[in-house]
């Protein structure tokens, strides 16, 4: 592929690009294709304006003829600078600018890479700390280099030494334990380091070194496991985050941590059973109510907590999905009100269990409606008691819930609660008419639900077959019902035991 053609612009045309743009910026965007070499020169011979001269010192493909020339006549102070830095600058301008009176001029030439070593190990120990700070981001320094300036008494120029991407573990060590705390956790946190380092640091069992460590990015997972065994708490905490704790690191934070810690171990899932087993021996309440949500618990603790029957656990644990039909059966049998309202939040009740604490059970009942879950209530009884309930959502369950006739229906359609009427739209024996009635509703929602419905029945008349009655059409319900769980024949007569002694011990 041929090389690009020079950009053929003219000299007025690049210094008004440079009052624009500035020289560094417009020296880096016209590398690509370069400009010629006539149009340099010319600019080097201007003496007026200055930035002529300052964009052919800093032009990095300016010719070494040049910038030596602009090196010997050149007026403006400002031109130097630019020459330091230029990779095309001659080695022999670069050993005279390292010794150039002012400290401006030093400190640029002190970051060219190709700046002699002895040049370099005469800066480093300058007498302007700008210099020496501009030293010490060289890409080109070796050991003497950096046995210099890692001594340097201003931490400015220390601090430069960590971004150096080759540094040595010997330099980093000696970083790592500078008097200053910045350059300490600068170190720490980001120098270069291999793992056995890394290693190293995090087994110092010191807070702020492995609190600096524990901030790395990309920390090799070694190096976090060992954070997570730590004496200190807040590493602990961090070093948690960082990677998954295995088993070890798990009992540490149970034999060595904290409440919190503790609390943060029990809801972890799955947690073995013998650490289950040993944070329930603990006295820190946040911790047996996560262990007590916890999807992984032991039944044999599950059991445990329900025997104790403390409320705050009990409904901790009320919410706990791995729960056997029994167990939820006895946190029934605690009849705290926390406990109840808890179960009325799980999908998992068996069928006989739901009407039953729907009777006994105020809590259960008011969370159940606010649910619009629905509920079998063949119970007359209950069902005239709960329609007669102050609150909507209850009206509805009541309605939905229970076989009413349709004179009823006609009585509860009347309910100023929308809900209600509603619910008595969706009931299995609502009329037609009074479907036909429940279109002039004032609520749009309910007047289109019985349009709908009406229109939906009398489709399915005109398409049934002569010799099969078609089925009653059902309304969309408000909210479907969660899957009664299958149980064996062994479970259901279990469960109706231990529901009869629910109604005859603690019930009546």
């Known amino acids: 592929m041929p090389p690009a053609a020079p950009v053929q612009l003219t000299v007025s045309d690049l210094l008004e690009r440079l009052k624009r743009d500035g020289v560094r910026r417009t020296a880096t965007a016209l590398r690509k294709p370069p400009l010629s070499s006539r149009l340099l020169q010319e600019l080097a011979e201007l003496q007026d304006p200055t930035i002529a001269q300052q964009f052919v010192a800093a032009y990095p493909l300016s010719p070494s003829h040049l910038l030596e020339n602009l090196a010997r006549t050149a007026q403006d102070p400002e031109v130097f600078p630019y020459l330091a830095t230029n990779p095309r600058t001659p080695p022999h301008l670069l050993s005279e600018f390292a010794v150039h009176e002012n400290p401006e001029v030093r400190a640029h030439v ?19 700390v700008n210099v020496r700070r501009s030293v010490a981001t060289n890409v080109s320094l070796r050991l003497p280099h950096y046995a210099s300036l890692v001594t340097d008494a201003s931490p400015t120029v220390r601090l430069r030494l960590v971004a150096q991407p080759a540094l040595s573990s010997q330099v980093a ?14 170190t720490l946190a980001s120098a270069t380091a291999d793992e056995p380092l890394l290693l190293g640091w995090a087994a110092s069992d010191e807070e702020d ?24 708490a807040a590493v602990r905490r961090v070093a948690r985050n960082l990677t998954a704790p295995d088993s070890v690191a798990l009992l540490h934070f149970i034999l060595n941590g904290e409440a919190e810690e503790h609390a943060w171990v029990a809801a972890r899932n799955p947690l073995p059973s013998a650490l289950q087993r040993q944070l329930a021996q603990t006295e820190n309440p946040a911790t047996h109510l996560a262990l007590a949500a916890n999807p992984s618990l032991d039944p044999d603790i599950a059991d445990y907590y329900i025997t104790q029957a403390d409320p705050a656990t009990c409904a901790a644990l009320a919410t706990n999905p791995a729960l056997s039909s029994e167990q939820v059966q006895a ?9 109840l309202t808890a179960l009325a939040y799980r999908d998992d009740l068996y069928a006989d269990l739901i009407p039953f604490l729907l009777e006994h059970s105020p809590d259960f009942l008011r969370h ?30 009541a ?10 229906l006609y009585d509860f359609s009347r309910d100023p609660a929308a809900l209600v009427r509603l619910a008595v739209l969706n009931h299995r024996n609502s009329p037609d008419d009074l479907l036909e009635m429940l279109e002039q509703d004032p609520v749009p929602e309910i007047a289109t639900a019985a349009a709908d419905l009406r229109a939906a029945r009398s489709l ?16 969309p319900k408000v909210r479907e019902a969660a899957p009664v769980p299958r149980l064996t024949p062994k479970q259901r007569e279990a469960n109706a035991s231990t529901l009869t002694q629910l109604k005859r011990l603690l019930w009546q």
């Not at 002190?110 to 302007?128: F, G, I, M, V, Y």
């Not at 007669?388 to 009206?395: F, N, S």
Request: aromatic share 2%; proline share 8%.
């Open 331 to 339: 946190l029934a049998a605690t009849r705290h009100a926390a406990v």
């Open 209 to 232: 070194v492995q609190l600096a460590l524990a901030t790395r990015p990309h920390l090799p997972g070694a190096v976090a496991a060992l954070l997570q065994l730590s004496s200190h």
């Open 110 to 128: 002190a970051t060219h890479p190709q700046l002699a070593a002895r040049e370099l190990l005469n800066l480093a120990t300058d007498s302007d």
């Open 460 to 475: 399915a008349t005109i398409t049934a077959k002569p010799s099969r009655s078609a089925p009653a059409p059902v309304a």
């Open 173 to 186: 060590l000696v970083l790592a334990a500078d008097a200053s705390n910045v350059v300490r956790a600068r």
């Open 368 to 397: 159940w409606a606010i649910q619009q879950k629905p509920a079998s209530l063949p119970d007359a009884e209950v069902a005239r008691r709960l329609i007669a309930d102050p609150l909507p959502t209850i009206r509805a369950l």
């Open 399 to 408: 309605v939905s819930g229970h076989n009413w006739r349709r004179a009823d």
